[in-house]
Nanobody
Framework: VQLQASGGGLVQTGRSLRLSCAAS????????IGWFRQAPGKEREGVSC????????WYADSVKGRFTMSSDNARKRVYLQMNSLKAEDTAVYYC?????????????????????WGQGTQVTVSS
């Protein structure tokens, strides 16, 4: 099983980045993929989640309207398009896979148990 996150970098406030998460080794369509982040000195927090099966998605209030998650099922990849980046978005971003297909009726899918985690990619937003 492998989850490979990539696409992080250093950007200025207001700019955009797209993170990518490549998955392998598990039945992709039966899982939900989440993006999480951890800033220095802070606890890890859920950013967004997508059901690979039906495409439903969830976003944390702090990123709603700025971040968009999508999936390419054929390539077993998910993406996190991050627009209008703010300094407070600076963190290490992780993708994770959870063995639950549907999240549309889950209030906080980021709080469910995720089985596999990627290694993280650093996003730094400077003013």
């Amino acid at each position: 099983v492998q989850l490979q996150a990539s696409g992080g970098g250093l950007v200025q406030t207001g700019r955009s980045l797209r993170l990518s998460c490549a998955a392998s080794g598990f039945p992709f369509a039966d899982y939900a993929i989440g993006w999480f982040r951890q800033a220095p000195g802070k606890e890890r927090e859920g950013v967004s989640c997508i059901s690979i099966s039906d495409g439903s998605s969830w976003y944390a209030d702090s990123v709603k309207g700025r971040f968009t998650m999508s999936s390419d099922n054929a390539r077993k990849r998910v993406y996190l398009q991050m627009n209008s980046l703010k300094a407070e978005d600076t963190a290490v971003y992780y993708c994770a896979a959870g063995a639950f297909k549907f999240i549309a009726k889950v209030e906080r899918p980021d709080l469910l148990e995720y089985d596999y985690w990627g290694q993280g990619t650093q996003v730094t937003v400077s003013s």
